[in-house]
């Protein structure tokens, strides 16, 4: 699974390959053809001699317009040695293989993608024997997908957008639209799609507020880092882990919490009760509805 964000950021286009095609024809209005068929590919292009090079993920999409080699690079800020490199990886793709190579790069800063964006120029200044224009897919297109509805429709790409997004006011809508259209596909899809947002949240916060939905939803604790939560619950106390997990969301989704509320949420050592009000503060939109289906 994952370890990074850079990591995420392109892997998740292995996941779903149609993705990929998908953002290149409505994020970026590129006319690419439907793919009929996808294909990874190995990503090691050295030569027999020569350093070692290697692209972040490489697909083979099989179009009735022809062969096409997507080549998808995850990029955390800018390295002007990729200005060189990405050049490189494309002619060596189409020398080899005799298919058309096309650059996708993903990030999640607005400075390197404008970066990224910028075309590569090689030869003579104004009349170029070489030129490459990458295409971006970053915080400036990729959509926010804040509408559960909307989420729905393409959990994909609503992944995307919450590991491009997953920051700033708007985190909170974009994480719980995720959260609830997750439920919407197969349980072994979601607890990947699950790793690679927990991958891409630099904020912290942001970070604890997935951590805490996943745990209501029971999506966390069939993967890996399911166990390091887990250990860590059981540091501090699995009883105080919910009790805080309960007000957490509630606080994070903007939902004004009464101290009636607070004091009866603490006071409660109920694991059981504790654990359906964390799953219920996902969806209400008043803190004592919390306690609704426990009224007598």
């Known amino acids: ?47 027999v001699e020569p350093v070692e090079r290697r692209v972040d993920t490489l697909l083979r999409a099989e179009t009735d317009e022809g062969t096409y080699l997507l080549v998808v690079e995850s990029q955390g800020q800018p390295d ?6 990405w050049p490189y990886y494309l002619s060596y793709l189409h020398e080899k293989y005799r298919c058309e190579p096309v650059l996708i790069v993903v990030t999640q800063s607005r400075a390197t993608a404008r970066w990224a964006a910028e075309p590569i120029h090689f030869g003579v200044r104004g ?15 990729v959509p926010v997908i804040a509408d559960e509805r909307e ?10 957008s919450a590991m491009t997004h997953g920051r700033g006011p708007r985190a909170a809508a974009i994480l719980e ?23 891409c949240l630099a904020d ?17 604790w069939r993967h890996p880092l399911a166990e390091q939560v887990r250990e860590e619950g059981r ?40 654990e359906l009000w964390a799953q219920r503060a996902v969806h209400v939109t008043d803190a004592e509805d919390l306690f609704a289906d426990d009224r007598s």
């Open 1 to 47: 699974m994952p370890g990074s964000s850079h990591e995420a950021m392109h892997r998740i286009f292995q996941k779903d390959p149609a993705l990929l095609t998908r953002a290149l024809q409505s994020v970026l209005r590129i006319p690419f053809p439907e793919p009929r068929d996808f294909a990874a590919m190995n990503v090691d292009l050295t030569e």
């Open 80 to 85: 002007e040695r990729k200005r060189g490199s």
């Open 127 to 141: 009349c170029p024997s070489l030129t490459v224009r990458p295409f971006v897919l970053g915080p400036d297109n």
């Open 151 to 160: 989420a729905e429709r393409d959990v994909p790409l609503a992944v995307l």
């Open 177 to 199: 639209s995720l959260a609830a259209a997750l439920r919407t596909i197969d349980a072994d899809s979601a607890a990947v799609f699950v790793q690679f947002v927990d991958s």
């Open 204 to 220: 912290r916060q942001a970070q604890q507020m997935w951590r805490d939905l996943m745990t209501a939803m029971q999506y966390f």
């Open 235 to 274: 540091e501090e106390g699995r009883l105080e882990d919910r009790v805080e997990m309960t007000l957490n969301i509630l606080e994070w989704r903007g939902i004004q919490i009464p101290d009636s509320v607070r004091e009866r949420v603490r006071a409660c050592t109920d694991l059981h009760q504790l």
